[in-house]
């Protein structure tokens, strides 16, 4: 698996309501939430984003509450995946089960990538590269793989109802 696009780099810490605010999600729909997305970290990140572009961050990216909705104005934007030193566990399940890549490098992604770079994030060699600067991913959790390949948990488990991945 591979995606490529502009990094847009945020830093350690970056909770749900910096991804998606609150009061976004009482007056807007499902299908909206991608005009809002990442405004309270950058207001302007709805107009700067462009479909297949990918997120750079630090620490504990997605921290803060349990909002599906974060992940879900994630993918409407047109981000392809998230790549950060670290995921808070609920944010990190949810990108699982809505089929967002989310993968975490071995090393801060933020020394190395600027805002606006160009990068390839490639699966298959475990490696998130910025012209000639690289920096080592994890290996995702093979489940993980399978849900983003099949567009999320649910698409998955619908094409094979009797060998559900977490029985392997």
Not at 29 to 38: I, K, N
């Amino acid at each position: 698996m591979r995606w490529s696009g502009r990094a847009h780099v945020f830093g350690d810490d970056v909770d749900t309501d910096q991804i998606i605010p609150g009061r976004c999600l009482r007056r807007v729909s499902y299908d909206e939430l991608g005009r809002y997305a990442m405004t309270g970290a950058d207001p302007e990140f709805p107009e700067k984003v462009r479909e297949g572009d990918v997120i750079v961050a630090g620490k504990n990216f997605g921290c803060g509450s349990s909002r599906e909705q974060a992940v879900m104005a994630l993918q409407q934007a047109g981000v392809a995946c998230v790549v950060a030193r670290s995921f808070a566990r609920i944010f990190y399940r949810n990108a699982i089960n809505r089929g967002l890549p989310t993968v975490e490098a071995e090393e801060d992604p933020t020394e190395v990538v600027e805002d606006g770079n160009r990068v390839t994030v490639d699966l298959d060699e475990l490696v998130l590269r910025a012209g000639s600067e690289e920096v080592p991913l994890r290996e995702p959790p093979e489940f993980a793989l399978q849900a983003w390949r099949e567009g999320g948990l649910l698409e998955l488990v619908k094409k094979n109802p009797d060998k559900p991945p977490w029985r392997d």
